[in-house]
């Protein structure tokens, strides 16, 4: 990873108004649903009171001492003591209460968030998804979204904070009006400094957020189970350790200097409040000695202060964390305006007859931020009841293909036709439906069995029997005592099993096969295979596809025998296209890759 250099790094000038439209966003964000209303307005209740209590333990304790040094009468001071010790067990009850209730609705809040935000993101486009740019993006939404009720939380402390200031504010006018404004220069220096601080270490953190997503994939490979035969069979450790390693020490470059700016806020801060401190007591001790103020006063007037400024700093405090927030909600609020899926919308609904064909007309495609096309002006054909095998070399464009037929992405130039309309007039969904796809880089799901063949709780079971069986997967299953129900890997439970190589093909094929289409599409299915199990699979899957229309992606060319026709690509374009034999009679790019891969079998010595 490149390094980054502090120049680029420059501070941003956020203005009030823009604080309080992010703080207005996250508040509507909440309010929109009906227990985000209850919560805000239970926590602004709770704001209220807490503003108030705590003048009680600001004022009694004063009226004792006084009580104490001067009239000595016992009732008021019992009277002052009950009072002391009801208000706070009062303020406690009340509370619970209300924070029980706040947890609760807080909980289901955050649940509905996330789920929103996982149903956005699993809507949005496969091109926008497979950016890396979106998903850094991605990451740091998620995370202003985990804080976004914070919002809620910080604006109700500055609820409390300035009933507090309004009350205590009527004591402390009685000693002298410029102790306030003592007060408010020191809070005021501190959160100018505050905002200055948090604004660098939000720019810091977004840098240092592209290293945590590099560093997040290394460190999977670093631990995760798929990744350690390669690694200690190359003995890779050290390769990767390595990558680890320089990236975090370029990373704690900025870790530092983010961990700098809190060290330089609290050195100030402490250097302010020093100075507080100092003149109120200097002035306070001069009241008492030499102007006959009372020391119960003097104890009233040091807590209301200290009250004063804590409930002050409370408020700049909670406007620095909005301010700070604000920026996260920002970019809650660019991820959330990324177009989740393309503006084309089509409502038609795609109907694959026994005539129907798929065409691709002049299409050419180059993915985003390239400028080298992939599909270069191609036009092919795909009839129904037809078995296209394309084959070609690695970068000849057969995976952007399947990419563009089933709409996961969309042409840069160009039309692909179903029936001679255009494929985005039909709704996407529906269009998708009409294809059964394996792909190469295809998953096994953390579940089990059954639900990752069916991607369903309630699958049916004699469904899956004839299709596993179909499959040959029934071999498998007569040694799995739960059958259906037995974990795949052992990431969630340690009885799950480990498929092969060919039993994972199998189950990926048992896949599309349950949930059917019109349409089979299998991208390098058999790649990591051997050719028994790939034979065997392909004659399984010939008896399974009888009739239907079938693409199939593959680099080994025993497969076209089960083709009708054959599409060789080259350099994203169609180079050849006909039968086997018409191919193989042409003596041209297919006859030349046939007859080297034919030559590791019949040949004894290469």
Same mark, same amino acid.
């Given at each position: 990873m490149a390094f980054i250099s502090f120049e680029n790094i420059k501070e941003k000038h956020q203005t009030f108004d823009q604080t309080c439209n992010y703080a207005l966003y996250a508040l509507k964000y909440v309010w929109k649903r009906k227990q985000g209303k209850t919560y805000i307005l239970t926590k602004e209740l709770s704001a209220l009171l807490n503003g108030l209590f705590p003048l009680v333990n600001m004022i009694i304790p004063g009226l004792i001492i006084n009580e104490l040094v001067q009239g000595r009468a016992i009732s008021k001071i019992i009277f002052y003591i009950i009072i002391l010790l009801t208000v706070p067990a009062v303020q406690n009850i009340i509370n619970y209460f209300l924070d029980k209730k706040l947890n609760k609705l807080s909980l289901h809040l955050s649940l509905a968030f996330n789920e929103e935000f996982y149903h956005y993101v699993l809507g949005m486009d496969y091109e926008k998804i497979e950016n890396p740019e979106i998903q850094v993006k991605k990451e740091r939404a998620d995370d202003a979204l985990s804080g976004i009720i914070t919002v809620v939380d910080q604006i109700n402390a500055v609820t409390t904070a300035v009933v507090s200031l309004l009350a205590i504010s009527s004591v402390i006018l009685t000693?002298?009006?410029?102790?306030?404004?003592?007060?408010?220069?020191?809070?005021?220096?501190?959160?100018?400094?505050?905002?200055?601080?948090?604004?660098?270490?939000?720019d810091l953190g977004k840098k240092l957020s592209d290293f945590d997503w590099y560093q997040g994939g290394v460190s999977y490979m670093l631990n995760h189970i798929s990744f350690a035969k390669e690694i200690r069979i190359f003995d890779i450790k050290s390769l990767l350790i390595s990558l680890f390693t320089k990236s975090k020490e370029e990373s704690n470059v900025f870790e530092l200097e983010y961990r700098k700016c809190n060290w330089r806020l609290g050195l100030f801060r402490t250097a302010t409040n020093l100075i507080q401190q100092g003149i109120l007591y200097a002035y306070l001790?001069?009241?008492?000695?030499?102007?006959?103020?009372?020391?119960?006063?003097?104890?009233?007037?040091?807590?209301?202060?200290? @009250?004063?400024?804590?409930?002050l700093g409370s408020v700049f405090d909670s406007y620095i964390r909005l301010a700070d927030r604000g920026l996260k909600t920002q970019e809650l609020?660019?991820?959330?305006?990324?177009?989740?899926a393309q503006e084309i919308k089509g409502t038609k609904i795609p109907v694959f007859r026994d005539d129907s064909v798929i065409e691709f007309s002049h299409v050419s495609f180059r993915y985003p931020g390239s400028e080298h096309y992939a599909i270069r002006d191609m036009d092919l054909k795909i009839c129904a009841g037809e078995k296209l095998c394309i084959v070609g070399s690695n970068g000849s464009g057969k995976s952007t293909f399947i990419k563009l037929l089933l709409r996961l992405y969309h042409p840069t130039e160009g039309k692909i036709l179903l029936d001679g309309v255009d494929i985005n007039e039909y709704d996407q969904k529906a269009y998708q439906q009409l294809f059964a796809p394996v792909f190469q880089d295809f998953v096994s799901y953390y579940m089990n069995l059954g639900m990752n063949i069916a991607l369903t709780h309630d699958y049916d079971e004699k469904k899956l029997d004839e299709i596993c069986e179909k499959n040959g997967l029934d071999s498998m299953l007569s040694h799995l005592p739960k059958k259906y129900e037995t974990p795949l890997e052992k990431w969630f439970d340690s009885e799950g099993i480990d498929p092969s190589g060919g039993e994972e093909q199998r189950i990926a094929i048992a896949r599309a096969c349950y949930h059917g289409g019109d349409i089979f599409v299998l991208d390098e299915p058999t790649a990591a295979i051997d050719p028994i199990t790939e034979y065997d699979i392909y004659m399984r899957f010939n008896k399974i596809i009888t009739g239907k229309c079938?693409?199939?992606?593959?680099?080994?060319?025993?497969?076209? @025998?089960?083709?009708?026709?054959?599409?060789?690509?080259?350099?994203?374009?169609?180079?050849?296209?006909?039968?086997?034999?018409e191919l193989y009679d042409k003596k041209g790019i297919y006859t030349e890759m046939f007859d080297k891969q034919a030559k590791f079998y019949r040949d004894e010595k290469i």
């Open positions: 000693l002298n009006p410029f102790v306030i404004l003592l007060v408010v220069l020191v809070i005021f220096s501190n959160s100018v400094m505050a905002k200055r601080a948090n604004l660098k270490k939000h001790v001069y009241k008492v000695l030499f102007k006959d103020l009372p020391i119960g006063n003097m104890t009233i007037y040091l807590s209301s202060v200290g @009250q004063f400024s804590n409930s609020i660019d991820f959330l305006s990324v177009t989740a079938t693409v199939l992606i593959t680099h080994r060319l025993s497969a076209v @025998q089960l083709a009708d026709k054959v599409a060789v690509f080259e350099n994203g374009c169609v180079a050849e296209y006909g039968t086997h034999k």
